[in-house]
Every structure is written in C-alpha cells, then in structure tokens.
C-alpha cells in the first residue's frame, strides 16, 4: 500500500507563484512514476508533469510548460510542483498519483494510488 499526501495549496493572485509538495509513504517503488494531475471544475481531469525515480526522467503538459517545475526535494523526500506566472486557468485541485511504470507515466497513465489532494486559487 501506497500513501500520498499533497500540501502546499491556496489562494494567489495571477501572475504569483505557488510549491505544491507530495509526500509519500508505504510500499513505492523505485521504478514507481510520479505524477500530478489536477482537476478543475466542469473538466476533465489532467495530468500536469510526471516524473520518475530512477534516473529523475521529467515530463510536462503543453498547457503548463515552462510555467511549472517538478522536482525531488532530496531533504523533505517529497515530489514538488514548482508553479510560476500562475493563471486563473491554474484554478483547479492537485493531486499527486503513483502505481505505474515509468513507461506508463510518460504516456499519462494514472495509477491506483492517489493523495487527497490541494486547492490552488488564482484570481485575476
């Protein structure tokens, strides 16, 4: 069994900048991907960047490219979702997801184990 928890969610203003971080607990693998998703009202789910253990293998939607980062805390043994120049279309939950393969993950597959996720906010 996996565990995921998300923090580091809120309100900011377009433009501001937000970390999300995803610690996790239990049985993960090291060939385990690391993905975010998010979900926002009235669509459908995304995923947002994606990552990998071994070898630090990164991967990002065309919607956040350049705007967002994911990277290992080696300190905190979290996956972070650098998040910079926000926008009100950024508005949605974040979740983090693990269970799959590396392959899987680069093709967007989401796996069985989800945190409870983290608001993030951005007005205009």
């Known amino acids: 069994q996996v565990y995921l928890v998300e923090s580091g969610g809120g309100t900011v203003q377009a433009g501001e900048s937000l970390r999300l971080s995803c610690a996790g607990s239990g049985d993960i693998k090291d060939w385990y991907g690391m993905s975010w998703f998010r979900r926002a009202p009235g669509k459908e789910r995304e995923r947002v960047a994606g990552f990998l253990w071994s070898g630090g293998t990164t991967c990002y939607s065309d919607s956040i490219k350049d705007r967002f980062t994911i990277v290992r805390d080696h300190v905190r043994n979290t996956i972070d979702l650098q998040m910079n120049n926000l926008t009100p279309e950024d508005t949605a939950s974040y979740y983090c997801?693990?269970?799959?393969?590396?392959?899987?993950?680069?093709?967007?597959?989401?796996?069985?184990?989800w945190g409870p996720g983290t608001q993030v906010n951005v007005s205009s």
């Open positions: 997801n693990t269970g799959v393969t590396g392959t899987e993950m680069l093709r967007g597959k989401a796996g069985d184990y």
